[in-house]
């Protein structure tokens, strides 16, 4: 799609950056069916969150609002960095992964550039590097979805500038084996930078997330979280990268000043310290409610791809068409994600909600399918 934006004095390279997709929100498909119920079951968001101690410092913050936060960011950042065995040296704070990842395509990206990303993968990462001038390489994944990590490696050119990788990925929710990855990261040519993006990090079972502290020391690796999905603060825009200090110094020089909030900050923090025991208790029932629906999914017919994550991956049965599908499930309230624009039109990608919110997905599923 062209925006004729040329005739406007724009950047060239806005011509060919496509608008990013965001899900339906629950106001707008209300008022668009006439409903009395939606369930929001497309953004990946944790239906949980904030956690008590969040939300507590998110009301104490708001005396403050009156004066800029620190500019360094100073309480979180020392407690990312010892939570993550890191020195605060080693950590930049951005408003949601989404803009630190547009920072670091601006970090890193020049004109001619060639960044490699996953089909599919999160599309945010081609239309930064898009932005910034870079071309695209799309390495499709392996048939049971995992990243083909030996075509990467076999793709790189003397111009390939940034490798960008999303564990567990999205919008699949399939990890890549800690080892391979792990390998893949301590090996990959030096000219090459790869940022790791872990928004779902934290919903890996135990033992299969990859260890980032070492290869940070020496690698060109840049490793991005977020408190949207995992700690449900999807609406307070907070996320980090983890990275060597000279890199974090860079990134803090060009990344905007201020742009997290004080009430993200308090949240982020109080939610870190005090918060963990219920993140945990949800995690699980989560992962529970995964399994549930997986399974229901399952009997209707639908292929189920194994996620890490806190949703899943599905194809349709029957070669039902899934904009189509979401279209339906939204005029009865449900709100879950199509694929065709990641180049799946027979898959739909649901994010796990509460256990009632489930049912009512499989409940207005059982109507249509
Ligand atoms: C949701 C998501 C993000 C963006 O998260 P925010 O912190 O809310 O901006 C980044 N990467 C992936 C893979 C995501 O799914």
Known sequence: MKNNVLNL?????????????????EAAVLKKYGLNEVVKLGSNENPFGPYDNAKKAMQESINLLNRY???DYVDLTATLAEINNLSVTNIALGSGAGNVIETVARLLLDEGDEVMVAKPTYRLYREV?????????????????TYDLCAMRQQITNKTKLIWLCNPNNPTGVISDKNELEEFIATVGENVWIVLDEAYADFINDGQRPEITELLQDKKLIVIRTFSK?????????GYIMAQAPVIKAFDTITEPFCVNRVGLFAARATLLNDQDQAAKIKDFLLKERTRVSESLTAKGFLVIPSSSNFIFAKLPNNLDSTEICEQLMAKGVIIRECNAWGYPEYVRITVGKKEENDFLLNKLEEII
Not at 12 to 24: S, W
Not at 230 to 238: L, Q
Request: negative net charge; hydrophobic residues 35%.
């Open 69 to 71: 936060p620190e500019d």
């Open 129 to 145: 590097s898009i932005l910034m001038g870079a071309t695209i390489k799309d390495i499709p994944v392996n048939s049971d979805f």
């Open 230 to 238: 995992f700690y449900g603060m999807a609406g307070a825009r907070v």
């Open 9 to 25: 004095g724009l950047r060239k390279q806005v011509d060919d950056c496509k608008p990013y997709i965001a899900g339906e929100t």
